[in-house]
Structures are given as C-alpha cells and as structure tokens.
C-alpha cells in the first residue's frame, strides 16, 4: 500500500473456508526514505475527486457501514488496536457472520481514503 492507488485488490478465495472467516489487514510505515529523488516512482491521479484525510490519528472516526447478501448473518463486529514495541500499530477488525446458503462471501474495506477487497 504505497498510497499511489485508491482501490487495493487481493484475490483472498484461496483462503476463505465455510463459515467464520478472519481477514486482517497490516498497516505499516515506510521505515526509510528512498535514496535518491529519481528513485521516486511518478504517481498519476486515477479519479478526478481529491482525497481527504479525516483524521491523522489511527481509528475508527467515522460510522462502518455493513452491506451484507440474504444468505450471510452478521452476530457481532470486535476491533482491537495492536501497538507493536518497535514502532507503529495495526487496527484489528474481526467480523463474525453466518452463511446460510454455501458460496463465496466477498468484503470490501474502505480505511484513510482506500479501498480494500
């Protein structure tokens, strides 16, 4: 997540099994800046709307919004924020839902202005 796309997709199928599932997403910082100004790689916007950042501190500063199909129930949402000792933190969201009919259940996350599949 270099912050050159706003949507970011992962293929997570292979990893999906029936029933619960846990999907967690790592937030981290670029330790070291990159050597030289060149080594920079060029960014082109890919929407015409600007981003807006709504808070710099870490959390959950806006109501979730959960859209879910008729075969999946949702029983309850937990977050946790996890500080790590050598730096920086990630902010843990665990959705436990039922599927009533088997299939493929697919999420997206919108965090910071990006979009996560």
Same mark, same amino acid.
């Given at each position: 997540?270099?912050? #050159?796309?706003?949507?970011?997709?992962?293929?997570?199928? /292979? !990893?999906? &099994?029936?029933? %619960? $599932?846990?999907?967690?997403?790592?937030?981290?910082?670029?330790?070291?800046?990159?050597?030289?100004?060149?080594?920079?790689?060029?960014?082109?916007?890919?929407?015409?709307?600007?981003?807006?950042? #709504?808070?710099?501190?870490?959390?959950?500063?806006?109501? /979730? !919004?959960? &859209?879910?199909? %008729? $075969?999946?129930?949702?029983?309850?949402?937990?977050?946790?924020?996890?500080?790590?000792?050598?730096?920086?933190?990630?902010?843990?969201?665990?959705?436990?839902?039922?599927?009533?009919?088997?299939?493929?259940?697919?999420?997206?996350?919108?965090?910071?202005?990006?979009?996560?599949?």
């Amino acid at each position: 997540c270099d912050g #050159s796309q706003n949507v970011y997709k992962k293929d997570i199928r /292979p !990893y999906m &099994q029936m029933g %619960r $599932n846990r999907f967690e997403i790592l937030f981290l910082e670029e330790d070291e800046d990159l050597l030289f100004d060149e080594d920079k790689p060029e960014l082109c916007s890919l929407s015409d709307h600007e981003y807006r950042k #709504s808070d710099d501190r870490l959390g959950v500063w806006q109501v /979730p !919004y959960l &859209q879910f199909i %008729r $075969n999946v129930r949702l029983e309850r949402v937990a977050t946790e924020q996890i500080w790590h000792h050598g730096g920086g933190c990630e902010f843990k969201v665990d959705l436990y839902y039922q599927t009533f009919v088997p299939g493929l259940v697919s999420a997206s996350v919108k965090f910071d202005g990006m979009t996560y599949h």
